[in-house]
C-alpha cells in the first residue's frame, strides 16, 4: 500500500493546483488575446445592433473607436487585414419593426444614396439590387435574437470605407460608422 507523507501530499496538491492553473501565471488575459483567441490569424469583432438603432462594441476590443455609450465608431485596420465581424442583434420588437444588418460599403459608395434607396428594397433584406456591387462584405438583415457573421479581407487601399445598417431610418438615426485602412 502506498503511503504518502504530509509534505508529499501537500507537494502533489501543489502541483496539480499549479499545472490547472497555467503553471501560476496570472489568470487573466490582456484583452488583444483573449479577442483573438481563434487562432486563424482572423481579428474578430463582436458588434450589437440595439433598438436605439446603434451599433455598439466592447470599447476595449483591439482596434475599435467608440462614441459615446459605447457606439462604434471607426473600426482600425491595416490594409489586406482578414477581419471577421459578429453581428448580434438584440431587440423585443418584431423583425418587421427592427432589424440590423452590417454593410461595408465601398470606398466611393454614396452612403446617403445607399441608405436611401436601399429602404425601398424588404424583400432583398433593405439592399438596393442595383448597388449591390457598392458592398464590399454585408451580413444578414437580423431580428432581435440573431447573430450572422462575416470574414473579409480589408481593401489594400488605404482610405475611410463607410458601414451602415440599411434597415430603414437607422442610417440616419446614426448606425453608422467607418473602416479606416492605415
Known amino acids: 500500500m502506498l503511503r504518502l507523507t504530509f509534505q508529499m501530499t501537500a507537494a502533489l496538491l501543489l502541483a496539480l493546483f499549479l499545472s490547472s492553473c497555467g503553471g501560476g501565471e496570472s489568470g487573466s488575459q490582456d484583452t488583444e488575446t483573449s479577442m483573438q483567441s481563434t487562432g486563424d490569424d482572423v481579428r474578430t469583432i463582436e458588434v450589437t445592433g440595439t433598438d436605439d438603432m446603434k451599433f455598439r462594441v466592447d470599447p476595449s476590443t483591439q482596434g475599435v473607436e467608440v462614441r459615446d455609450d459605447n457606439v462604434l465608431d471607426q473600426i482600425l485596420v491595416s490594409p489586406g487585414e482578414r477581419i471577421r465581424i459578429t453581428l448580434t442583434t438584440e431587440s423585443d420588437l418584431p423583425a418587421t419593426a427592427m ?5 461595408l460599403l465601398a470606398q466611393n459608395a454614396d452612403s446617403d444614396q445607399f441608405a436611401m434607396q436601399s429602404a425601398t428594397a424588404p424583400d432583398n433584406d433593405y439592399i438596393a439590387p442595383d448597388l449591390e456591387d457598392q458592398i464590399i462584405a454585408a451580413t444578414e438583415m437580423l431580428a ?5 457573421t ?13 458601414f451602415i445598417c440599411s434597415f430603414p ?3 440616419s438615426a446614426g448606425m453608422y460608422g467607418v473602416l479606416v485602412v492605415q
Open 144 to 148: 432581435g435574437g440573431e447573430s450572422d
Open 150 to 162: 462575416i470574414e473579409f479581407e480589408a481593401p489594400t487601399q488605404t482610405g475611410e470605407f463607410d
Open 99 to 103: 432589424g440590423h444588418n452590417f454593410v
Open 169 to 171: 431610418g437607422h442610417y
